[in-house]
């Protein structure tokens, strides 16, 4: 492996994402908050499972951003090859369109990305973070990590709050709480942009749409001349669909259905 590979973004991110996790968690154990106490009293229980918290969150972070998201093989295999009936079945009004970076032909929701260098399945976003899109395969990995990483922070907020000493002459409260603080700004901080981006992605998740797409739907093809979202089943078909991938079924199916039933009769 080149020396400058160890310098890439990807790595320098993930890098700083473990560090700056483990360095909080020191933080939180070194100050005389309620984790130390439990600590020093010999009741491990609550530490541990803090401790194993905070290693599921980041053990899921990295899963996420070094998976695969789902992209669109530049050379399909055979078997891979959309069936004439298939092709039939996507209304030629709203042709599939051939990526004009990498050149394959993109399945409905797929976009290319212009960081990963990729066409990517049901596209969602690119997330600096991660340095890795968001996509078909990784999504529901990804809505996990926020809902855990957000009990990890809310409760690590908490700890930090637990902590401060307020009564005290300001210099030795400087001394003593002050990288306490800061740690509290920063978990306060971190908590809300990932309170937001939960809560963003389940509604995006319960409507059966994606980031782009909702940010985007007057530039999108198949969106923009609809008064609805043509991929939306309900609530429950969508939450089974998006973590469980049942019903299964392609998009373009799901999307001539739609058009059919959008359709007046004749």
């Given amino acids: 492996m080149a020396p400058w590979t160890l310098l890439s973004p990807g790595v320098l991110v993930r890098t700083g994402h473990t560090v700056l996790t483990w360095g909080i968690t020191l933080v939180l154990f070194l100050h005389d908050t309620e984790l130390r106490q439990w600590e020093e009293q010999g009741e491990l229980l609550l530490p541990l499972t803090f401790l194993l918290l905070v ?4 053990l899921l972070y990295l899963a996420v951003s070094l998976m695969d998201p789902g992209y669109v093989n530049v050379q399909p295999h055979p078997e891979e090859e959309p069936k004439e009936e298939q092709m039939a079945m996507v ?3 709203i042709p599939l369109r051939r990526c004009r970076h990498c050149l394959v032909l993109q399945p409905l929701r797929a976009r290319h990305c212009r960081e990963c260098h990729r ?7 690119h997330c600096p973070w991660m340095e890795n899109c968001v996509g078909e395969r990784n999504h529901p990995l990804f809505v996990a990590y926020l809902a855990l990483q957000l009990v990890v922070l809310l409760w690590a907020l908490y700890l930090a709050w637990s902590g401060l000493r307020f009564f005290q002459p300001w210099g030795l409260w400087l ?40 940010i985007s739907s007057h530039r999108i093809a198949y969106l923009r001349q609809r008064s609805r979202n043509p991929f939306d089943r309900g609530l429950i078909r969508n939450l089974a669909y998006f973590f469980c991938g049942w019903p299964s079924g392609s998009w373009e199916t799901l999307w001539a259905e739609e058009e059919e039933g959008s359709s007046p009769a004749v």
């Avoid at 066409?119 to 976003?125: E, G, K, L, P, Q």
């Avoid at 809300?192 to 059966?208: E, H």
């Fill in 119 to 125: 066409c990517i399945r049901r596209y969602d976003h």
């Fill in 55 to 58: 290693l599921g969150s980041l």
């Fill in 175 to 214: 001394r003593s709480s002050g990288l306490l603080f800061a740690t509290f700004l920063l978990l306060s901080l971190f908590s809300s942009v990932a309170g937001l981006l939960l809560a963003s992605n389940l509604y995006l998740v319960a409507n059966n749409t994606t980031t782009w797409e909702f």
């Fill in 91 to 93: 209304p030629q009004a």
